[in-house]
C-alpha cells in the first residue's frame, strides 16, 4: 500500500477529524495506509466506518438465515 495513496488538497483536512468508510476491511493494510497518509498531512485524529470485516480461517463462525 506504501505510496498507493495521496491527500490531494491537505489545506481541507488540516485540524479536522475525518471519517474514513471501506466497504469491507480485510487485513486492514488500506485504512491503515489511508488513515497515515491523512494524518500527516495534517488531520487531527481519522475515525474508520466499515460495512463488513472479513474473517480468516478460525476466526469465528458464520450462521446461513
Known sequence: MAG???VA???QIRG???VLVDDVTTTGATVSACAAKLIKAGA???EVLTYAHALRDGQGSMTRV
Open 4 to 6: 498507493a495513496f495521496r
Open 9 to 11: 488538497r491537505p489545506e
Open 16 to 18: 479536522r477529524t475525518v
Open 44 to 46: 487531527r485524529q481519522v
